[in-house]
C-alpha cells in the first residue's frame, strides 16, 4: 500500500475494526446497547447522589467525576465508531479539527480517571486513619477544590500533549487506529517527532506512577491500621470501600496498559484497536456496578426511588 503524501490535508481517513461482514451488526448491536448502559447507568447514579441529600459525602461526590468522564469519554468516541462500523472504506473519514478534539478529549478522560482515583485513595486514607479529623479536612470546599485540579491538571498535561502534535506537518492522511488519539495523530507527520516522544514518555511515566504511587502508598498505611486495629466494624467498612475503589483502578489499569503496551508493537494492531474500544467500554460498564452492589447508600436510595 502506498503512503499518501498530501501535505497538510484537513480530510483524515480512520482504520477499521477487521471483523467479518457476517458479524458486523451483531458486534454493532452489542456495542450499541453497552453503550445505552453506561450512558443511562452513569448519568443515573450521578443525579440520584445530586437529588439526594444522604448521599452528599465526599466518596459519592468524588465518584460523580468518574461517572461525568465515563459520559464524556464514550459520547465523545463510541456514536463515531458506531457510525464508521457501518460505512465503507471510503466513507470513514474525519476532519482533522474534529479528529484533534477527539483526541484531546480521549487523553482528557484517561488522565482525569487516574487524578480522580487518586483523590478517592487520599479520601479513603483520611477516612479510614484520621476518622476523628475527616469532616474537617473533607469539607464540601476541599471535595471542589480536589475535583476541579483533577480536571484542570489532565487538561494542562493533555493541552501540552496534543498541542505538540498539532504543531507538525501532516504528510498523511490515514489515521491508523478506530478513532483519533495522540500517538494516531503524531504518526501523520513525516516531521521528526523527536519531542514528542519524549514528552508523551515522560507524561505517562510521571501520571502512572503518581498514580500507582499513592495507591500502594495510601493502602499500606490503610492495611497497617486496620491490622493494628480491633475495631471489627471500622475493618469490616475499610474493606468493602476499599475494595470497591481498588478493583475500578484494577480494571482501568490493566485496560490502559494493555493499549500502551501494544502500541509498541505494529504486528498486533488488531488486538490494539480492540482494547482501545475495551479500554472505554469496560471501566465505564463496571463502575456503576460496582459502586451500586458495594455501595450499601445508593442500593437504599436506588429502592427507595423504585418504591415510590
Same mark, same amino acid.
Given at each position: 500500500?502506498?503512503?499518501?503524501?498530501?501535505?497538510?490535508?484537513?480530510?483524515?481517513?480512520?482504520? #477499521?475494526?477487521?471483523?467479518?461482514?457476517?458479524?458486523?451488526?451483531?458486534?454493532?448491536?452489542?456495542?450499541?446497547?453497552?453503550?445505552?448502559?453506561?450512558?443511562?447507568?452513569?448519568?443515573?447514579?450521578?443525579?440520584?447522589?445530586?437529588?439526594?441529600?444522604?448521599?452528599?459525602?465526599?466518596?459519592?461526590?468524588?465518584?460523580?467525576?468518574?461517572?461525568?468522564?465515563?459520559?464524556?469519554?464514550?459520547?465523545?468516541?463510541?456514536?463515531?465508531?458506531?457510525?464508521?462500523?457501518?460505512?465503507?472504506?471510503?466513507?470513514?473519514?474525519?476532519?482533522?479539527?474534529?479528529?484533534?478534539?477527539?483526541?484531546?478529549?480521549?487523553?482528557?478522560?484517561?488522565?482525569?480517571?487516574?487524578?480522580?482515583?487518586?483523590?478517592?485513595?487520599?479520601? #479513603?486514607?483520611?477516612?479510614?486513619?484520621?476518622?476523628?479529623?475527616?469532616?474537617?479536612?473533607?469539607?464540601?470546599?476541599?471535595?471542589?477544590?480536589?475535583?476541579?485540579?483533577?480536571?484542570?491538571?489532565?487538561?494542562?498535561?493533555?493541552?501540552?500533549?496534543?498541542?505538540?502534535?498539532?504543531?507538525?506537518?501532516?504528510?498523511?492522511?490515514?489515521?491508523?487506529?478506530?478513532?483519533?488519539?495522540?500517538?494516531?495523530?503524531?504518526?501523520?507527520?513525516?516531521?521528526?517527532?523527536?519531542?514528542?516522544?519524549?514528552?508523551?514518555?515522560?507524561?505517562?511515566?510521571?501520571?502512572?506512577?503518581?498514580?500507582?504511587?499513592?495507591?500502594?502508598?495510601?493502602?499500606?498505611?490503610?492495611?497497617?491500621?486496620?491490622?493494628?486495629?480491633?475495631?471489627?466494624?471500622?475493618?469490616?467498612?475499610?474493606?468493602?470501600?476499599?475494595?470497591?475503589?481498588?478493583?475500578?483502578?484494577?480494571?482501568?489499569?490493566?485496560?490502559?496498559?494493555?493499549?500502551?503496551?501494544?502500541? #509498541?508493537?505494529?504486528?498486533?494492531?488488531?488486538?490494539?484497536?480492540?482494547?482501545?474500544?475495551?479500554?472505554?467500554?469496560?471501566?465505564?460498564?463496571?463502575?456503576?456496578?460496582?459502586?451500586?452492589?458495594?455501595?450499601?447508600?445508593?442500593?437504599?436510595?436506588?429502592?427507595?426511588?423504585? #418504591?415510590?
Amino acid at each position: 500500500m502506498m503512503e499518501n503524501y498530501t501535505y497538510n490535508s484537513l480530510t483524515l481517513q480512520l482504520e #477499521r475494526l477487521n471483523i467479518s461482514e457476517d458479524y458486523v451488526h451483531a458486534v454493532f448491536v452489542v456495542i450499541f446497547f453497552t453503550y445505552m448502559f453506561i450512558m443511562v447507568a452513569n448519568a443515573g447514579i450521578t443525579l440520584l447522589i445530586f437529588i439526594n441529600k444522604n448521599l452528599h459525602q465526599p466518596m459519592f461526590l468524588l465518584y460523580c467525576n468518574l461517572s461525568l468522564n465515563d459520559i464524556l469519554g464514550n459520547c465523545v468516541m463510541i456514536p463515531r465508531f458506531l457510525s464508521d462500523m457501518l460505512m465503507s472504506t471510503s466513507e470513514r473519514i474525519i476532519n482533522f479539527h474534529e479528529c484533534v478534539v477527539q483526541a484531546f478529549v480521549v487523553h482528557l478522560s484517561a488522565t482525569t480517571a487516574h487524578t480522580v482515583l487518586m483523590i478517592m485513595a487520599f479520601d #479513603r486514607y483520611v477516612a479510614i486513619c484520621n476518622p476523628l479529623h475527616y469532616t474537617t479536612i473533607m469539607t464540601s470546599k476541599m471535595v471542589w477544590k480536589l475535583s476541579l485540579s483533577a480536571w484542570g491538571v489532565g487538561f494542562v498535561l493533555v493541552g501540552i500533549l496534543i498541542g505538540l502534535s498539532v504543531r507538525l506537518n501532516r504528510c498523511r492522511t490515514l489515521i491508523t487506529n478506530l478513532y483519533c488519539d495522540n500517538a494516531s495523530l503524531f504518526k501523520l507527520s513525516c516531521d521528526s517527532v523527536f519531542i514528542n516522544n519524549v514528552y508523551g514518555l515522560t507524561f505517562t511515566v510521571v501520571l502512572l506512577t503518581s498514580s500507582i504511587g499513592s495507591i500502594v502508598l495510601t493502602y499500606t498505611k490503610i492495611t497497617v491500621v486496620c491490622l493494628t486495629s480491633k475495631n471489627k466494624s471500622l475493618n469490616k467498612k475499610a474493606l468493602k470501600t476499599c475494595s470497591t475503589h481498588l478493583t475500578v483502578y484494577l480494571i482501568m489499569f490493566i485496560c490502559g496498559m494493555m493499549i500502551i503496551v501494544l502500541h #509498541r508493537f505494529p504486528q498486533f494492531s488488531y488486538y490494539r484497536k480492540l482494547c482501545a474500544i475495551l479500554f472505554r467500554m469496560i471501566p465505564g460498564s463496571l463502575q456503576p456496578v460496582i459502586y451500586g452492589i458495594q455501595s450499601e447508600e445508593i442500593r437504599k436510595s436506588v429502592l427507595k426511588l423504585f #418504591r415510590n
